[in-house]
C-alpha cells in the first residue's frame, strides 16, 4: 500500500492509529500523540467533536449520498449559502469538488473558459509566483513551484505556466517596490498569453511554509485588473481562521474572482473543497461555447460532507475561534522562542495557528519525527522545515508540549 509521496517498500513503518479524540490520536500500543498537524491542516475542532459527530449521523439517517448530475440536495444549497456569505465579497456562486486538488483544477478550468468565451482563445496560461504549492493533480502540479513540485520528473507533460519570483518573506515587510515592478513587467509582457494569477495569499504552505506581505497579494489584484486576468486565491490551507483572518485574504483588504477552499471545510472529517467564483465570471464562463462548466466529479457536492461542514461552519460562527487563535499564537510565539538560540536553526516564524522552525540544512526527519513523538507530539517535518499547524481547540498545556516537541525535533541528531 503506498503512502504520501512514498516508496514501496516503504522506507520506514507507519504509525498504526488505531482512534483519536479531542487533540489526541490513540495508537495501536496505547500511546497517545497531541496532533500538531491536525491532520494536514484539516482537524481545526479536534476529533471526535460531539456536534460533527451528531451532524454525520443525522445526515446518515437521510442519505450518505447522492448524485448531483440532476439532483440536488438541501445540504448542499445551504452550505453554497454559507460559503458565499463567509467569503470575501463578489464570490456568489460555487462548484462542490471533492479534494483541494479538484477544486484548483475546477478554478484553472474557469480561468480558462473564461478567456474562451470572451473571444481570447490565446489566454492559456496562468501567472503564479515559485514557492507555491496548489495539489498534486496534473493541472495543480504545473502551477507548483517547478523545483520542489519535481516538474522535472514530468517535463514535456505538464501544462507551461508563468512563474514570477516568490515574494520576499515577511508578513510585516510591506511590499517590496522591486518584486512588485517585476510581476508587473512580467504580466505586461506576457498579458497576451496570460487567463489568471493564481497564488495563495499570505501563506506559502507546502511549498515552504512562509509568509508574505498582504500587500503582494494586493499587488496581484491591481495587475489582474490592468490585464484582464482573473485573480484565484487558493485558500484551502489558510481558510476557515487558520492565519487569523476568516480568509488570508482579509488581510490584504482583497477579493479575488475566483477562491478554493478545502482542508478545514468539513473540519477534517471528510474530502469535501468548493471553487467559488464571481457572478460575472459565472456568467461569462456558462455564455461560453461549452455551454457551462466543464467538470463534474461523481462525489460532487457528497450530503454527508456537506452537513458535516456545516456544523464546522456553525461552530466557527460564534467566534470563539478568533481567541482560540489569538492564544495559539501567542503561546506559539513564546514556547519557540528558545529555538533561536538552538544550533542550526535559520528562523522562527509565527503567524495565527502556523508555527514554523525553519533549520539551515535539510533534516533527518526520521530522527525529528522519533523525537517530537518521543515527547508526546505528532509533527510531520519536511525538507528543513519543523512546523506546527494544531486543531482550534489545543489547550495551554498542550501547547507548551508542542513547542517542546519541536525544539525536541529541531535538535534530533541522527
Ligand atoms: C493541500 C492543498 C491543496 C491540495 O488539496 P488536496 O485536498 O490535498 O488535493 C491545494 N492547495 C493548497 C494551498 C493546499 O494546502
Known sequence: MWHPYGALPAAAPSLPVVSAEGVRLRLADGRE??????SWWCA???????????????????????MFGGLTHEPAIRLAERLCELAPAGLERVFFADSGSVSVEVAIKLCLQYQHARGRMERTRLLTVRGGYHGDTAGAMAVCDPVSGMHSLFA??????VFAERPPDGFDAGLDERWAAEVSELAQARAGELAGVILEPVVQGAGGMRFHSPACVAHMRSVCDEHEMLLVLDEIATGFGRSGA???????????????VGKALTGGYMTLAATL??????????????GGLMHG????ANPLACAVSLASLDILADGEWERQLAHIETELRDGLEPARSLDGVREVRVLGAIGVVEMEQDLDVSAATSAAVDAGVWLRPFRNLIYAMPPYVTGGEDLALLTAAMIAAASARS
Open 44 to 66: 481545526i475542532h479536534g476529533y471526535r467533536h460531539p456536534a460533527l459527530d451528531a451532524a454525520a449521523r443525522k445526515q446518515l439517517g437521510r442519505m450518505a449520498h447522492v
Open 297 to 300: 466529479p461523481t462525489f460532487m
Open 246 to 260: 476568516m480568509f488570508a485574504a482579509e488581510h490584504a483588504g482583497v477579493s479575488p474572482d475566483v477562491m478554493c
Open 156 to 161: 514535456g507533460v505538464l501544462a507551461q505556466h
Open 277 to 290: 467564483c464571481t457572478a460575472e465570471v459565472a456568467e461569462v464562463v456558462s455564455s461560453g461555447e461549452g
Open 33 to 38: 500523540l497531541i496532533d500538531g498537524m491536525a
